[in-house]
């Protein structure tokens, strides 16, 4: 079956858990900002010495565009060469690192700005690049956890620390509206026209009046009101609009949605086809088999000959099996691996071209673990207000709540839009 992408037809399914024979730890997560705090692991010691000078900051509550944009504003620097590893929540307390090419240390200190504060500065040779980091520190507090429930987190950690966590990515990242991988899809499929009526259309009750008023307007083909309708912060579907009316939903419109956000669009897809490869994978992600692609370490990837020889390297985290992120140039598996992932691309509509898109949209694909190891993992419970305080280490690229989701067991959360 087709896998479905218009938004009417997608069916809600429950995250899946591997330690689901454990009974829940129930609590709520990011009550308050401070429940939820990360920070960078960077990937290496910074040299002390450079034309970049490295800030590392703690925001709370805001994007990490938001605290560079204030930051930037606060020395004139443009907020485009500012240098980062990654990517934190904006609900939650978060430290990470940031470059910026020929600006004096000196000109961080004793900023005024509002939610950011500068740590710590130092300098180094090269700017910071997306990737550049070992994983993230976590501290998570769970409230309103009950006494007795505290041994099946106990048990649950324990399951996972053996076995390693499901390297699914997580709902934030297929958007609000779970439409960020029907986009992607739309592009890999050069269907155009489904992907501005997926951008543009597709109103419910969910959303603000206005927007909904809009989209509805877009699928009625009244597109001067859509454009009335659309509150003026909404400037990357306002853009669309406008080109869709003087050019009509085709590639020619298309040059007006931001690159950076198609390929987000693409990448949430890819993402997306991945967790549908893991659902079908999770009861022996951690078994190797003839044909799969296993990584080390070190992220280098090997494809396995031998099962029986590789399996016992599996149980020390010494290599996992991965998972695709599908591109015209993806490392690809044999066997019965490489069946399971044809198999996924046929029910999206795809197959192993999809992904030359064009428009610079061309993906060359990767692999990723279909599991993550835990590191300095422990658990404090308070008494006192009933709060479990859990601190872990994870490799980038990670997500923290899908831990903590196994934990608590709060399954309503839609990771892979199958519609079966």
Not at 247 to 263: I, P
């Amino acid at each position: 079956m087709a896998l479905a992408y218009a938004a009417r037809s997608v069916k809600t399914q429950p995250m899946k858990f591997i330690t689901a024979e454990v009974p829940p730890c129930p609590g709520a997560m990011k009550s308050i900002n401070e429940d939820f705090r990360v920070e960078e692991i960077p990937l290496y010691a910074f040299a002390g010495s450079g034309d970049h000078t490295l800030v590392q900051i703690e925001k709370s509550g805001i994007s990490t565009f938001e605290a560079i944009k204030r930051l930037s504003g606060a020395v004139m620097y443009p907020e485009r060469d500012v240098g980062l590893a990654g990517l934190k929540d904006a609900r939650g307390i978060t430290r990470q690192w940031l470059s910026f090419e020929h600006v004096a240390p000196e000109k961080f200190a004793n900023l005024e700005v509002p939610k950011l504060r500068v740590l710590q500065t130092t300098r180094h040779a090269n700017k910071l690049k997306r990737g550049h980091l070992k994983g993230n520190r976590f501290e998570v507090v769970l409230r309103g956890v009950a006494e007795a429930d505290c041994q099946n987190a106990a048990r649950t950690l324990d399951i996972l620390k053996r076995r390693g966590v499901p390297n699914w990515y997580d709902s934030q990242r297929f958007g609000r509206r779970l439409d960020s991988a029907r986009l992607g899809l739309a592009l890999v499929k050069r269907d155009w026209k489904g992907y501005f009526d997926i951008l543009l259309g597709e109103p419910d009750a969910k959303l603000e009046p206005r927007t909904a008023a809009a989209r509805k307007a877009y699928e009625d083909g009244k597109f001067e009101d859509a454009l009335k309708q659309w509150p003026g912060n909404a400037n990357v579907e306002r853009m669309a609009l406008k080109a869709v009316m003087a050019e009509g939903a085709g590639e020619r419109a298309l040059r007006s949605v931001q690159h950076k956000l198609k390929l987000l669009h693409v990448s949430a897809a890819q993402s997306l086809l991945f967790n549908r490869c893991l659902e079908r994978r999770l009861s022996r992600y951690d078994q190797v088999f003839k044909g799969d692609i296993c990584q080390k370490q070190n992220g280098a990837c090997f494809i396995v000959e031998d099962a029986a020889a590789e399996q016992p390297r599996v149980p020390t985290f010494e290599i996992s099996p991965t998972g695709p992120i599908f591109g015209t140039k993806m490392l690809a598996p044999g066997g019965e691996t490489a069946a399971m992932e044809a198999e996924v691309l046929a029910e999206a509509g795809l197959n192993g071209e999809s992904f030359d898109i064009g428009h610079g949209l061309t993906q060359k694909g990767d692999r990723r673990p279909y599991r993550f190891p835990v590191g300095d993992l422990s658990m404090v419970f308070d008494r006192v207000d009933g709060t479990l305080t859990l601190r872990f280490a994870l490799p980038k690229g990670c997500y923290a709540t899908v831990l903590v989701r196994e934990i608590t067991k709060d399954a309503d959360v839609d990771l892979t839009f199958g519609d079966e």
